[in-house]
């Protein structure tokens, strides 16, 4: 079983429609990131969280620390969100390394 | 600040051939990381570096496989011979550290291709 856990692994919405991706990990962990890589392959950090909630733009981004849980929120999501969204989590064990979890890719149609 | 640059963007190489990657991290950044990318495995961590010091190889395949990092502006992958199951995306990645997480900044990835 890996240690970070996406749902689900792919993903189509309409446009406008909230979107909703998850990450559950079972390591303790210093710091989890959201990463964006889109269809060109550049790999973007969206949030780095280790607790509450970060809002950028249409994005949030939550954690719940007790329950090994975060979730990545876009509000009326266009198809220029259309990109594989990584969780990637830093381990307490582990200094600096980041594990990933294997991405949610996400296809808005207009 | 220009990001995080590597170079070649792509690679095309034959197997057995040495293959060398650069990348130069953020100005001030003293931590880099060295990721690489496959459909089969995802993302992975080869290496990294904190203070131009390795710090945790233990991602790096085979003794085929090193990095260097001479000055805190640049660091080399270098894969020496390739062979065709080396190809893939190689991020290169740096941030600042210290007690507090940082956020990485990735490069643009190259794209070795080994035939």
């Known amino acids: 079983k890996n240690e970070v856990e996406q749902s689900p692994q792919n993903l189509t919405a309409q446009e406008g429609e909230f979107i909703t991706i998850n990450c559950s990990y079972s390591?303790?962990?210093?710091?989890l990131h959201w990463l964006q890589q889109h269809p060109g392959g550049g790999i973007v950090s969206l949030f780095m969280?280790?607790?509450g909630k970060k809002k950028h733009g249409r994005l949030i981004a939550t954690i719940n620390i007790q329950e090994k849980h975060s979730s990545l929120h876009i509000t009326a999501s266009h198809p220029r969100d259309s990109a594989v969204y990584i969780c990637?989590?830093?381990?307490?064990?582990?200094?600096?390394?980041?594990?990933f979890g294997t991405g949610t890719r996400l296809a808005v149609r207009p | 600040d220009a990001g995080v640059i590597q170079s070649p963007r792509h690679e095309v190489t034959e197997m057995g051939q040495e293959v060398t990657l650069r990348c130069k991290p953020i100005?001030?950044?003293?931590?880099l990381f060295w990721y690489r990318q496959t459909m089969m495995r995802g993302l992975e961590l080869l290496i990294y570096?904190?203070?131009?010091?390795?710090?945790?190889d233990s991602g790096m395949p085979e003794d085929r496989f090193s990095a260097k990092m001479p000055n805190a502006s640049f660091s080399t992958l270098k894969i020496q011979p390739s062979e065709p199951r080396d190809s893939a995306v190689y991020f290169c990645?740096?941030?600042?550290?210290?007690?507090?997480?940082?956020?990485?900044?990735f490069g643009p990835g190259t794209r070795l291709t080994v035939t």
């Open positions: 990645a740096s941030s600042l550290g210290g007690r507090t997480p940082y956020e990485q900044y």
């Open positions: 390591v303790g962990i210093s710091a």
């Open positions: 969280l280790s607790s």
């Open positions: 990637a989590v830093k381990k307490k064990s582990s200094g600096d390394k980041l594990t």
């Open positions: 100005s001030g950044h003293d931590y």
């Open positions: 570096f904190n203070n131009n010091v390795p710090i945790d």
